[in-house]
């Protein structure tokens, strides 16, 4: 797609950014409520002896099954909820970044919503895309500060925050699919328990990952807003 033209005027991202922040919210609630459902459903199947389903009360495990396809279901809504207004906010995070520094975006304006959907190179494209963003968005993208702040032992406006929610992300989603493999082709107890293991390794993980989301939001948001404020020149961080 080449470099994107800047945009005539920057838009602050900060109303967006709240709403993302209270959906990345949700999203920890109903992790916690899957790591509840599957807690219970360890509960049902084990220490009991034997490995076959027979072993178990039908209502116990029926109501096990439903709450964690309740659980399922709320974090279905969260994620597609939540992935529809972050994509919106990275767009326009994206956006400010062309009138920022337009020369430093690897990628145009389009891949911001578009990475997210392409098999395979969604693991790294939006954190191409994030990344030219996070660099624009300093005070000092061109590095010219660079020294200066070193030499006062001042911190920069590291990637690591992005690099952690990165990779809590891309992980939370290969275990998420494991697991669901696990609990669908469960045909025994002990299967049913990794499953659930499973399930809340998944949703720790993914709670992680919402977290540091939160924390990328806040800090790209507050990082844009005080640079549209004040101009290009180095702040305290």
Known sequence: MGYSRPTSALRSPVGLSYAVVALLSFVIVTDLFSVFASVNLRGVVGPLPGDRFEVFA?????????????????????????????????????????????????????????????????????????????????????????????????????????????????????????????????????ALRTAANAFIVTDLVDIVAALLAILVVRRLTRMQSVKAVRGPQEVAV
């Not at 597609?80 to 520094?101: D, E, K, P, S």
């Not at 494209?125 to 660079?146: E, F, M, N």
Request: proline content about 3%; overall charge negative; aromatic content about 10%.
């Open 58 to 190: 039908d209502e116990d495990l029926e109501g096990a099954d439903a709450l964690i396809a309740t659980a399922g279901g709320l974090q279905t809504i969260g994620l597609l909820a939540t992935a529809a207004l972050f994509i919106i906010w990275f767009h326009r995070v994206r956006l400010n970044a062309g009138v920022f520094a337009p020369d430093l975006q690897s990628r145009g304006a389009g891949w911001a919503t578009g990475g997210w959907f392409i098999p395979i190179g969604n693991l790294w494209i939006p954190r191409g895309v994030a990344g030219d963003i996070w660099v624009a968005s300093r005070q000092d993208p061109y590095g010219t500060l660079k020294k200066e702040k070193k030499e006062k032992g001042e911190k920069g406006e590291s990637q690591a925050v992005l690099n952690a929610w990165w990779t809590a992300w891309i992980l939370s989603q290969l275990i998420n699919g494991v697991a669901s493999r696990q609990y669908d082709d469960a045909k025994t107890a002990e």
